[in-house]
């Protein structure tokens, strides 16, 4: 067992370095690890959020082990949160569909649900719109539609197989770091990022995440009610390289108004889009769907942003646009010289 690893990770005295992380990973993949050591190494992440040199450390490692993208994404933004908080249906989903039937070029990277019944995996897989498995198809997605909801092929292979060697525990009960540095670990080459924060005490941690892409605009937004999403009936507050800030609360409401759906939720889901649903829901999805536009610079303001983000969704733009989605993966339109 690497002690030293484990050691500073346990004692939080000193920093681990890029060398001991090096180590570990080529343990892991050559299936070296010992019994229970994989749970240590997460567990301990897990308690307490490793020190900044640590994390960066962490990071720059399980870059250097997989291959640079070979396509870029210039103005385009991901949206991507960090989970867990109190339980909402899909909005940054349907806020990503809402802001590209706008005009915004928006990717969302996401996994299964992790805190949540159905994450943005579940709900797309039960949609049928399908998950990029390339950047090449990632790239073809955001030509044709606008928007592209990519696959695990972003994150690092070391993610799936340090789960694998922790069984029968599961990834969730000794996992939750992997969930907040989420955002971080999936390789999608954006000018632009939207991550919701539901726990404020790892936004120091986030920050020295942002700071390695630094060709990136990065928003970190959280709110008292411990969502990872804006919240139109709450104050918001936005963490940008150069500053903060405080987005009023604008509506009334309350979470009960964004519970998610007790069965299927893919009837939720398109009564959000066709405007069917209380006008609390509508209003934080068009909140969001404006912040991704104001982001990537599509709309110069929150205003004129917000309003186009109603009009889509009543005169069923948006509604039109997972429609084709799904009617392109049905006919195999997507994946036409890829499978």
Not at 174 to 199: E, H, K, W, Y
Request: aromatic share 6%.
């Amino acid at each position: 067992m690497d002690d030293d690893l484990l050691t500073a990770l346990v004692s939080r005295q000193r920093p681990v370095e890029h060398e001991s992380w090096r180590t570990f990973f080529n343990r892991l993949v050559s299936r070296k690890l010992r019994r229970g050591e994989a749970a240590a190494v997460l567990t301990s992440l897990s308690t307490a959020m490793p020190g900044e040199q640590t994390l960066v450390s962490m990071m720059d490692c399980l870059d250097e082990r997989r291959p640079a993208p070979e396509i870029h994404f210039p103005g385009t933004v991901n949206i991507v949160g960090t989970g867990g908080g109190p339980k909402t249906f899909n909005v940054s989903t349907a806020a990503a569909m809402v802001a590209a039937a706008m005009g915004a070029r928006v990717v969302k990277t996401g996994s299964k649900g992790f805190t949540s019944r159905y994450g943005s995996l579940d709900l797309l897989g039960r949609l049928g719109v399908p998950l990029t498995k390339s950047y090449q198809e990632t790239a073809e997605s955001l030509e044709r539609f606008g928007v592209a909801f990519a696959g695990n092929f972003v994150y690092p292979a070391e993610i799936a197989m340090l789960a694998k060697e922790i069984l029968p525990l599961e990834l969730r009960a000794v996992g939750r770091f992997v969930n907040s540095i989420g955002p971080f670990l999936g390789s999608m080459p954006v000018s632009a990022q939207l991550t919701g924060v539901s726990d404020p005490a790892v936004l120091p941690s986030l920050r020295s995440l942002a700071r390695r892409l630094p060709g990136r605009r990065v928003w970190l937004c959280h709110n008292e009610l411990g969502v990872d999403e804006l919240i139109g009936f709450v104050p918001n507050v936005i963490i940008r390289a150069d500053g903060e800030q405080t987005l009023a609360a604008g509506s009334t409401g309350s979470l009960t108004d964004l519970t998610p759906a007790v069965g299927d939720p893919v009837e939720q889901f398109l009564g959000v889009l066709a405007g069917q649903v209380p006008e609390t829901a509508l209003a934080t999805v068009c909140l969001n769907a404006a912040a991704l536009s104001v982001l990537n610079g599509h709309h110069a303001g929150w205003a004129s942003a917000v309003a186009d983000a109603r009009a889509v969704l009543r005169d069923g733009a948006a509604l039109d646009l997972v429609n084709r989605m799904r009617t392109a993966r049905a006919t195999n339109l997507l994946t036409v010289g890829h499978g």
